[in-house]
């Protein structure tokens, strides 16, 4: 995919939410992505073509991810030894422990 620079666009913005009427031009350039004409490397697929739709339908979904309760444990485990650390830290900038 490449990248190619679109034209310049210019927009009006207001100047403050409040200041209705009172704007100011400033001018945007996008990238927008082009589809190259080249062909895809050896075992790629093309980007939109037909076999690259009919992938998203005909893989098999990934089966061993678990229900989450591992990830769930260690992320809360994990933002409780952050507070707590903090907490601590609190305390001891303030003279409380």
Do not use: W
Not at 41 to 65: D, H, I, N
Request: aromatic fraction near 6%; charge should be neutral; charged fraction near 15%.
């Amino acid at each position: 995919m490449v990248l190619t620079a679109a034209p310049v666009q210019t927009i009006r913005t207001a100047v403050h939410p409040v200041a209705i009427g009172f704007t100011r031009s400033m001018q945007v350039r996008h990238a927008l992505p082009r589809a190259c004409d080249s062909e895809p490397e050896e075992g790629k697929t093309q980007v939109g073509s037909k076999a690259y739709y009919q992938g998203f339908l005909s893989t098999p979904l990934e089966e061993s991810r678990g229900d989450g309760t591992e990830q769930a444990i260690k992320l809360g485990l994990s933002t409780a030894g952050i507070v707590g650390v903090l907490t601590v830290a609190f305390l001891a900038s303030n003279g409380l422990l």
